[in-house]
Each structure stands twice: as C-alpha cells, then as structure tokens.
C-alpha cells in the first residue's frame, strides 16, 4: 500500500493522538445520533451497486477520424450505500468526483445518454422508473426562484401547485409550518430579488428551495450542494438545520464541498468519493478510526474533511503524481471494501430487502392532477411576477414604441404625391411595421425565458447556463418545476402565453397609435384597428416562434438566429416586396402561403391603399416612369391581385398562425417534457 502522504508525521503516536482528538466528537457524536437503535426506522434508503458509464467521442467534430470513435467513460463505479430515516448522509469528494452524478442516479433523473446499472430501493422495495420523482425531493445546486415574489409567495404558489386539493386556509398553514421549521418567518414577506435589485440572503434563499421541497411530505430529500457560495457561518446553519430536518423521521442525502470540522458530528453518515467510488462510507467515528489504520490520522487541530477529500483525491496535474494519488485512492478504496463497515452495509442493505411484510414506499403528498387549476396557478404566479418588475413591464410596453419613433422620426408625414413617395413611403412603413415586429417578440421571450427577464439577450454571451448572475430563467425553473412533478411544461407555455399577451397587445397598440396618426396613414379609426389587429400577430409571432423553438432547442443563440432567419425567409418570398408575387418561380409562390407575411402584408397594403387617391406633382400630365398609377386599388391590384376580395380569407388566415404555433408548442414543449424527464 503507498502511504506517501504524510502530514505530521506517520506512527503509532501520532495515530492515537488524532483519535484521541475526535475521540469526543464520537462520543458526542452517539448522543447526537439521530439513529436511535432501539428505534425501528421507519424509512430506509439503500443503493446497491450503482455504476455509470457514458460512450464519448474521442475527437472533435472537424477531426472527423477520432471524431467517429467512441470511447467509454465510467463516471459512477459499483456505488454502494444504507441510510434509515432519522440519519443525514454527507456526500463529500473533489470537484468532478461524481457527487452530482450520483445523486441524478439515485433519484432518476440521470437521463439516458449513458448506461445506468445497480438499484435504488426504498423500505426494502426496488423503484420502478415512474416512482423516482413521486419518492424524491431533490434540491438543485442553483436556486430557481422568481424574483418578484416574495417567500411566502413564492410557497404559496408552490404549495397549490403541489397540494392541489387542500383548501387555501389548509395551505396558508402548512406554508406557515414550513417556513417556520426552516427559519423564514422574519423574512416571509421579503421579495427573493435577482441581479439588480436586493432580496433575501443567499443562505435564505437556498432555504427557500428547500422548504418549496418539504411542501410535499417527502420522507427522502437529496441536496446538490446546499452550501455552495454561502459563508461557512451560513453554511454550517443550514446543514445543521438540514440534520434537524433528517431528526424528524427523514432521510438527507448530501452533497458538499468543504464542511467545517464543527460539522464532523452533525452527520449521521459520511461518504468520501473519489474518481466515481465510494472510498469511504460510514459514521463519522468510524471514518477517523479507519484511515487512522490505514495509517493516515488527522493530526490534531485540522479538519479531518479536509485532510480525507485530499487524501483520496487523485492530483491530475502530472503524470507522476496522478499515478502516485490514482494509487493511494485505490488502495484506500480497496481497504474499505474489505472492511467491517463495509460488509455491516452490505448486511443492513440485505436485511432491508429480506423483510416479508415490507413497509410501502414513502411517496409525496400528491393529489389527482387538475390542469385547469394548475394554469391558474402559473398564469396567476407569473403574471404577480412579471407585474412586479418594472423594468421589464416598461421594456414590453415600450420597445415598440421606441422602434415606431425611429420610423416616425426617418418618415415624418406621409404625402398624398406619387412624385414625393407616396406610395414608396407607404410600402416602407408596411415593411418595416411586418418585419420588425416579431423582433421585439423574440427578444421578449429570450429575455424572460432565458435570462430571468433582466439581463439583456445581447449583453450576455453564454447560452447553456441555468441562470445569469443569479437570476433564474424561466425555461430552468419550468425544466426544475417539471421533473419535481409539479406541473407539465406544456401548462408552462399556456400560461406564459396568457400571461404575456395582455402586455403585448397594449405594446403593440401604443405603437400603432402613434406611428399611424403620426405619420398620417389612411384616417379612418376601423382602418387604423385593422392595422393594429394586423401588427399584433407578426409581433406574437415573434415570441410564441421562440418559444416553440426553446422546446427543443437549448442554446438561445441559435433560437435567435432560427427566428431570425425564418422571419428573414418569410418577408423575402410572402410580402411581395422584394419580388413580386407573380414573378416567383413556383415553389416559391406555394412556399409563399406557409408565411404570416403574405397574409399580414396583404392586409397592410389593402388597409391603406384602398380608396386612396394619389396626387402626381404639379405636372399636367403623366410624367414617364412616374405617376403610372395614382389609384391605390390599382396600386393593389397590380401588386396583390384578388387582394380586395381576400380581406376577410387573410385575416382567418392570418390568425391562423396563433392556434397553430400554440399547437406547435405544445407538442415542442410535450418533447422538452419528455427530455428533461429522462
Ligand atoms: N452525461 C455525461 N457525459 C459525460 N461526462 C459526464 C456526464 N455526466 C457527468 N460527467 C462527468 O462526470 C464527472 C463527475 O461529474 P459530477 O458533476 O457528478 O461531479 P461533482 O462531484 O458533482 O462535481 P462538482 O463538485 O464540481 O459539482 C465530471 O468529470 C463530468 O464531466
């Protein structure tokens, strides 16, 4: 066995002095034990066997030779663990030790990118795939919240999502009894906040997740780095408080990076992990003993967390050393396997699976779903969110505004003489009011579903994060929502939709107000609600487009440049301007009706021209190559043939698009369900 790495110096005395130092903390330790033996627990959680491997492409995708190749990478190697109700396993281990993984396998949502192998079984019983997300509550590494709301908000919301068929007095209580076991009542009325503007503190905020996940009953609750980016005061409160949760009849797995030596007697069970392995799993009396024989003690006044995630990690900055700790890691591993503790484990996990009259799986408080009152309960949480963020609700109201000023200040006022660009103006205005609209429906949606609503889609260059800065999206947190079996992303879209479309229609009829009166298109208020009605779909369009797209794509850069180029695409063969409709080969012309802009283009040119009368300059006759035509019908029919007639036909149409891309969402986000659920 290598034992190169030495501390205070190796030895019987040594040895028995760093015993010595945590002798209290084991003794401390027994009386602190949630695990009472005499107690039967009611609960218990055991993972046998758990491996992992994924296939990977060797090279990259322009070094097309390796690129074919596929390699095997192991990530999780026969994990093996017990843990009864009333105890808290740490998870500890380097970063990229498997920790995450680990935890994804045990409550099913791993995903089927690699081969998964081994069981997870609850009381003895063996979970079948549809039992994971009604058995787990799993608390992510990052905090998906909403911004604007406030905590018990934000619970409140959760809780009829979750609790469905409790009364609203049944609800409020048990929110109550929540934020109380978690500590949230002084800030129980305190917004979460984001990136710009203050909220709760992080430690609260990581308790807020966790109290969202206690809603539910659940008897087994994971945590992916609860204490990630929290001072170690705040760290070390909220895993004492997470022990005090497994007191209550519960099971807590978790993962951390560093915990304080102080923590050393508040878990219940520890695990090291290393490379993918358990290479140590057991109390916490029982890990100092055990390295100690292995010959590595913890001198006296270190964290003996420290000195074990160090001692059974393995140093990849070269060769040398990664052999010389690849070995160390391995021998420990090995030693463990062979060890008392070890076979105890196995033996708890045999008994558990042994017993004839099984207790039944612990499963969530859960009601037969109503989707009806599950939208309710999004639309209403997403619109008391969005109205609170004043920034974002002026941005929406405003930015086609802003856009209409650009074309109002660049045209000023229409004039009725064909020498003076009646029509060239006119038609300018209808291409840009149908080509830039669905724009700002895009960047609306990308900025609410990607970047939490704040944070501008061009300031920021990462595609795949969950969250900017700290302000969660809303695709993450429907993506969290979703696997916690809460709701279907599909109900998600609905509600985003309803939620967002009272804004877009005053956006859009502030802007057609005042481009159309201003610049002085045809006067007559029917008209002007035509062009109005007719603007509001492209710039719907644009923001329901994104979202079909986000369904299924992640990366929000290529959703931008798909919209982009679609919307690009439409214009260039359906509005007629850039090549008349007639002149177009066929193919184009039959690709022609999958367009919005030929319907909406149609109906702009028809809004405005018909019944206008153009001037010709001051000239007595007919100026050549000018003035051909001064009838706006005539200017429609050259243009648009049959277009007159087609009013009522490309409005239906028009309108069309809506249900359909709604319909188009709901498969695309019914595929992200499927997905994320993997
Ligand atoms: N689906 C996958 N395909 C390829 N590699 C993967 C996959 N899942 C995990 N890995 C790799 O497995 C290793 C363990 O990842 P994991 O996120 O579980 O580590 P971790 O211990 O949680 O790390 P950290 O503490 O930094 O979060 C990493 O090297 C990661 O890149």
């Known amino acids: 066995m290598n034992r190169s790495y030495s501390l205070s110096g190796e030895g019987t ?18 009386s602190h034990s949630p695990a009472n033996p005499d107690e039967v627990p ?35 190697t026969n994990v093996s663990f017990h843990v009864d109700s009333g105890q808290i396993l740490g998870i500890l281990g380097n970063s990229g030790s498997g920790k995450t993984t680990l935890l994804d396998a045990i409550s099913g949502r791993i995903g089927n990118t690699g081969k998964l192998l081994g069981e997870v079984c609850v009381n003895g019983r063996k979970l079948k795939q549809e039992q994971f997300q009604d058995c787990f509550s799993y608390v992510l ?13 934000t619970l409140t919301f959760t809780a009829h999502l979750a609790l469905r068929r409790h009364s609203s007095s049944a609800i409020r209580k048990k929110v109550g009894m929540v934020m109380a076991e978690l500590s949230l009542g002084h800030v129980a009325h305190c917004v979460i906040g984001g990136r710009v503007f203050p909220g709760i503190s992080g430690g609260e905020r990581r308790r807020v997740s966790i109290a969202g996940q206690l809603l539910q009953d659940p008897k087994v609750i994971l945590l992916d780095e609860p204490t990630t980016g929290l001072d170690s005061m705040t760290a070390n409160q909220i895993v004492v408080l997470l022990a005090n949760l497994a007191k209550r009849d519960r099971i807590v797995v978790v993962t951390i990076h560093q915990p304080r030596s102080e923590l050393f007697r508040v878990f219940s069970r520890i695990a090291i992990m290393s490379q993918g392995e358990l290479v140590f799993c057991g109390q916490p009396g029982e890990m100092v003993d055990f390295f100690s024989d292995q010959g590595y003690g913890c001198p006296e006044y270190c964290n003996p967390f420290d000195i074990y995630v160090d001692l059974t990690s393995v140093d990849t900055r070269c060769s040398e050393r990664q052999a010389t700790t690849y070995n ?44 009806l009152s599950k939208l309710g309960v999004l ?27 650009f074309v109002v200040f660049f045209v000023m006022k ?73 709701y279907h992303k599909w109900q998600m879209f609905l509600a985003y939709i309803f939620h967002i479309l009272p804004f877009s229609i005053i956006s859009v009829f502030i802007f057609s107000s005042f481009l159309y009166w201003t610049v002085g298109m045809y006067p ?24 079909v797209l986000m369904g299924v794509v992640q990366d929000p850069n290529m959703v931008n440049t798909g919209v ?115």
């Not at 590494?141 to 908000?153: C, F, H, K, R």
């Not at 947190?477 to 979703?482: F, G, K, N, R």
């Open 564 to 678: 982009a180029l679609l919307n690009v695409a439409g214009i260039m063969v359906g509005s007629g301007f850039l090549r008349s409709n007639q002149q177009m080969p066929t193919v184009f012309k039959m690709l022609s009706y999958l367009t919005f802009q030929k319907y909406g283009c149609e109906l702009l040119i028809v809004t405005e021209f018909h019944g206008l009368n153009f001037t010709c300059g001051d000239a007595p006759g007919i100026i050549p190559g000018q003035c051909m035509m001064s009838n706006g019908d005539a200017i429609i029919e050259q243009g648009y043939p049959g277009a007159l007639t087609r009013y009522t036909q490309d409005f239906i149409m028009l309108y069309a698009f809506l249900p359909a891309l709604v319909l188009l969402g709901i498969i695309s986000f019914k595929i992200r369900d499927h997905l994320v659920r993997r």
């Open 141 to 153: 590494q990052s905090d998906n919240l909403l911004s604007y709301l406030t905590v018990e908000e």
């Open 42 to 76: 009611t609960c218990s959680l055991s993972v046998s066997q758990v491996s992992y491997t994924v296939s990977e492409r060797v090279g990259p995708w322009w070094d097309l030779p390796s690129y074919r190749k596929r390699w095997t990478r192991q990530i999780l």
């Open 379 to 405: 639309f209403r949480r997403t619109m008391r969110n969005l109205s609170r963020d004043r920034m974002g609700v002026l941005m929406r109201l405003s930015q086609n505004l802003i856009y209409g000023l």
């Open 13 to 30: 005395e040594a040895d028995a002095r760093s015993k010595e130092s945590f002798k209290f903390v084991s003794e401390k330790m027994a």
């Open 328 to 371: 160390r890691m391995h021998d420990i591993a090995s030693a463990y396997r062979s060890s008392e503790i070890y076979r105890r484990m196995l033996g708890r996990i045999e008994e558990s699976r042994q017993v004839t009259d099984k207790p039944c799986i612990p499963f969530k408080s859960k009601e037969s779903p109503s989707g």
């Open 414 to 486: 229409l004039d009725k003489d064909v020498t003076k660009g009646a029509v060239q103006d006119r038609i300018g205005i209808i291409y840009q009011a149908m080509g830039a609209s669905p724009y700002t429906g895009m960047l609306n949606a990308v900025a609410l579903c990607e970047y939490g609503g704040v944070v501008p889609p061009l300031w920021v260059g990462g595609a795949e994060t969950q969250s900017v800065q700290g302000v969660p999206a809303v695709r993450a947190i429907s993506d969290q929502e979703s696997k916690d079996g809460l």
């Open 524 to 547: 007559e208020v029917s008209r002007f609600l035509c062009f109005s009605g007719v603007i509001l779909v492209p710039h719907v369009i644009g923001e329901l487009l994104t979202l």
